[in-house]
T-cell receptor, first 114, second 112 residues
Framework: DAGITQSPRYKITETGRQVTLMCHQT?????MFWYRQDLGHGLRLIYY???????DKGEVPDGYVVSRSKTENFPLTLESATRSQTSVYFC?????????????FGPGTRLTVL | KNQVEQSPQSLIILEGKNCTLQ??????????LRWYKQDTGRGPVSLTIMTFSENTKSNGRYTATLDADTKQSSLHITASQLSDSASYIC???????????FGTGTLLAVQP
């Protein structure tokens, strides 16, 4: 049971380049989320998806694009990476109605933008 | 403003000792409160979820309490182990738009 996986685990890129972070879950959870975690801040929601082909903005969506063509995959794309997007990115999933159900987090992707 | 504040920011205790971590939230309307454990280099893992009607919930050596009147929660760790060294994150669910609001965490170090 793989659960929820992220790739790559580490990525170094340069300012202006496009980067895609992958997230895959094997539970068929309806909801999927992308967060970023920075020192001094709690986890901040970038985008979330309630189901395939349904996505919505979170707290800090600027500079990011998501898609969800299949229930199990939720890639996050940085269209033109900036240094301020250096962070640790976590993908998470949750059953229907995450208002009470717990979120399951992936291992994270550490992204450095030079 | 909906927010979650945790204290202390960091804590060092000796193996075998107990400790209590604090969480104050200003989320309205309030639905539930969660505690997560995050080991270094890993994603958060859920410890407990409590609704506004629950006062206490345990998960092994972890016991969370909730006082919805004072908007405070605590996480008590009993007989600490080296593996308890981690960041503990408090999360409140609620607000006008029903969001998860994350605290910045308490970094716990358990020393032998």
């Amino acid at each position: 049971d793989a659960g929820i996986t992220q790739s790559p685990r580490y990525k170094i890129t340069e300012t202006g380049r496009q980067v895609t972070l992958m997230c895959h879950q094997t539970w068929s959870h309806s909801y999927m989320f992308w967060y970023r975690q920075d020192l001094g801040h709690g986890l901040r929601l970038i985008y979330y998806s309630a189901a395939a082909d349904i996505t919505d903005k979170g707290e800090v969506p600027d500079g990011y694009v998501v898609s969800r063509s299949k229930t199990e995959n939720f890639p996050l794309t940085l269209e033109s990476a900036t240094r301020s997007q250096t962070s640790v990115y976590f993908c998470a999933s949750s059953k229907q109605d995450f208002s009470y159900n717990e979120q399951f987090f992936g291992p994270g992707t550490r992204l450095t933008v030079l | 403003k909906n927010q979650v504040e945790q204290s202390p920011q960091s804590l060092i205790i000796l193996e075998g000792k107990n400790c209590t971590l604090q969480c104050n939230y200003t989320v309205s309307p309030f639905s539930n409160l969660r505690w997560y454990k995050q080991d270094t280099g890993r994603g958060p893992v859920s410890l407990t979820i409590m609704t506004f009607s629950e006062n206490t919930k345990s998960n092994g050596r972890y016991t969370a309490t909730l006082d919805a009147d004072t908007k405070q929660s605590s996480l008590h760790i009993t007989a600490s182990q080296l593996s308890d060294s981690a960041s503990y994150i408090c999360v409140a669910y609620g607000g006008a738009t029903n969001k998860l609001i994350f605290g910045t965490g308490t970094l716990l170090a358990v020393q032998p």
